[in-house]
């Protein structure tokens, strides 16, 4: 499956944005879904994650009521809705697809199978 991100931008802090990543191939409804970013100088890191169906997700402590991620399988896309913004979200983000019909996700970028080019967010103070 190829991913291909979009909707990063420069936004004030306590703005919004919507990601999106969209997925080629109609086997997107068979895998989990996540999102990662990876600021300048530091690891790559867990946002949030979904699983094939949309039922169950999984978000980083420090995304935790403020973003919110979803998906459309008829779509094949799945979003991440970034609110109250602030200037530590700056990172490209990344969306990543894990084959996973088990109704479960992973928190760990090494168990996802494909991922997307990134898209840069930028959060000014």
């Known amino acids: 499956v190829q991913l291909q991100a979009y909707g990063g931008g420069l936004v004030q802090a306590g703005g919004s944005l919507r990601l999106s990543c969209a997925a080629s191939?109609?086997?997107?409804?068979?895998?989990?879904m996540g999102w990662f970013r990876q600021a300048p100088g530091k690891e790559r890191e867990f946002v949030a994650a979904?699983?094939?169906?949309?039922?169950?997700?999984s978000y980083a402590d420090s995304v935790k009521g403020r973003f919110t991620i979803s998906r459309d399988n008829a779509k094949n896309t799945v979003y991440l809705q970034m609110n109250s913004l602030k200037p530590e979200d700056t990172a490209v983000y990344y969306c990543a697809a894990d084959r996973d019909l088990s109704g479960s996700y992973s928190v760990e970028a090494r168990y996802y199978d494909y991922w997307g080019q990134g898209t840069q967010v930028t959060v000014s103070s």
């Open positions: 979904i699983n094939w169906i949309g039922g169950s997700t």
């Open positions: 191939g109609r086997t997107f409804s068979s895998y989990a």
